[in-house]
């Protein structure tokens, strides 16, 4: 088998990794939400709702470069979850699609090479 996790371990591994993820935004974001009211930061509503209470209080602790590189981690949260997409899509069409449909024979070689087509 090209895949060394049964599907079993698979989705308990999804499963588990769903929780753990899930203490990093909720970190940030608390962290991030008690600075600003800690600093004093003065949103308005319109501001608060449109997100604006992470770049506030980082400008407010670390200026300029803070915000840039605020803007650098957004980027790079969205390029990895971009990627991690991009070969979720070209794995399910490598396995359920080509071997499944066009090259049922096809060796290991030859679906790693479609899939990073």
Same mark, same amino acid.
């Given at each position: 088998?090209?895949?060394?996790?049964?599907?079993?371990?698979?989705?308990?591994?999804? /499963? $588990?990794?769903?929780?753990?993820w899930?203490?990093? !935004?909720f970190?940030?974001?608390?962290?991030? =939400?008690? =600075? #600003?009211?800690? $600093?004093?930061? +003065? $949103?308005? %509503?319109? @501001?608060?709702? #449109? =997100?604006?209470? !992470?770049?506030?209080?980082?400008?407010? $602790?670390? &200026?300029? !470069? &803070?915000? *840039?590189?605020?803007? *650098?981690? /957004?980027?790079? #949260?969205?390029?990895?979850?971009?990627?991690?997409?991009?070969l979720?899509?070209? %794995?399910?069409?490598?396995?359920?699609?080509?071997? @499944?449909y066009?090259? !049922?024979?096809? %060796? =290991? +070689?030859?679906? *790693? *090479? /479609?899939?990073?087509?």
């Amino acid at each position: 088998s090209a895949i060394a996790a049964t599907p079993t371990s698979a989705a308990r591994g999804f /499963v $588990l990794s769903g929780f753990v993820w899930f203490a990093i !935004p909720f970190a940030f974001s608390t962290a991030l =939400g008690l =600075g #600003a009211t800690a $600093l004093g930061a +003065q $949103l308005t %509503s319109a @501001e608060a709702d #449109a =997100g604006l209470v !992470p770049v506030a209080t980082v400008a407010l $602790l670390l &200026g300029r !470069p &803070g915000v *840039l590189i605020l803007l *650098l981690l /957004v980027y790079m #949260a969205i390029a990895s979850t971009s990627s991690a997409e991009a070969l979720a899509v070209s %794995s399910i069409f490598a396995f359920d699609v080509y071997r @499944e449909y066009i090259h !049922p024979t096809a %060796s =290991g +070689q030859r679906i *790693l *090479l /479609v899939a990073r087509v």
